[in-house]
């Protein structure tokens, strides 16, 4: 089942902050985060497991909440090479195929 | 990590036409996935190639549209079948190494019908 992302696009300045969220209807194993820039395959950015973890990546940090079935995606100071649309994957259970959200995407200006 | 190489990186075909994609890893991996991206869209699940068995496919997506074979844990190919417009996507393999973690992506194949 197709986890659900919001905001569908965002235009920011550089050095400003961005949240994306990622929700589904299913229980969840983990929460995956992708950027892909136009003309490229996707590239991981972090994986989320159950228990409610939130993780950092640089400037680029995510959480899980899993009672809710939720989870986002903070970008802080944004840079231009955050430009891209960003996909939440989802998996109910470990080791399977991820069904992504529809994504978001992110435009960083100077 | 895993290297992924994905072949043609893109084609031009005709309607009605089959055309089938390469897919080797050099890792050894249980299970690859084939999804589908068409233009401004999401990641769509294609279907699961195990290897040594049939490859199972999501709602949607048939068989005799989008044969897959799955010779050896290294390699996998996607052939899509009598094709038209429609079909004009990017194409993608991938997988997790040690059935978790990451999804790794090929470069994909963009196909354009005509």
């Known amino acids: 089942q197709q986890p659900v992302q919001s905001p569908q696009a965002v235009i920011l300045r550089e050095g400003e902050d961005a949240v994306i969220n990622c929700s589904s209807s299913?229980?969840?194993?983990?929460v995956h985060w992708y950027r892909q820039k136009h003309g490229e395959a996707p590239v991981f950015l972090m994986i989320?497991?159950?228990?409610?973890e939130q993780k950092g990546h640089e400037k680029i940090s995510a959480s899980f909440n899993e009672k809710k079935q939720q989870s986002s995606l903070y970008l802080t100071a944004s840079q231009l090479s955050y430009s891209g649309t960003y996909f939440c994957?989802?998996?109910?259970?470990?080791?399977?195929?991820?069904?992504f959200g529809k994504g978001t995407s992110l435009l960083v200006t100077p | 990590s895993a290297v992924i190489s994905q072949k043609p990186s893109r084609d031009i075909c005709q309607r009605g036409t089959s055309l089938t994609i390469q897919c080797q890893v050099d890792?050894?991996?249980?299970?690859m996935f084939w999804y589908r991206q068409q233009p401004g869209q999401s990641l769509t699940l294609i279907a699961t190639?195990?290897?040594?068995?049939?490859?199972?496919?999501e709602s949607g997506f048939v068989i005799d549209k989008f044969p897959i074979s799955r010779p050896n844990l290294t390699f996998s190919t996607l052939t899509v079948s009598n094709m038209s417009p429609e079909d004009s996507s990017i194409y993608l393999c991938?997988?997790?190494?040690?059935?978790?973690?990451?999804?790794?992506f090929g470069e994909g194949s963009r196909l354009t019908v005509l």
């Open positions: 994957g989802t998996e109910s259970n470990s080791g399977y195929a991820l069904n």
């Open positions: 299913k229980a969840l194993y983990s």
């Open positions: 989320l497991l159950k228990g409610g």
């Open positions: 890792s050894q991996v249980t299970m």
């Open positions: 190639a195990n290897q040594g068995s049939e490859a199972t496919y």
């Open positions: 991938s997988l997790r190494l040690g059935g978790a973690g990451e999804l790794f």
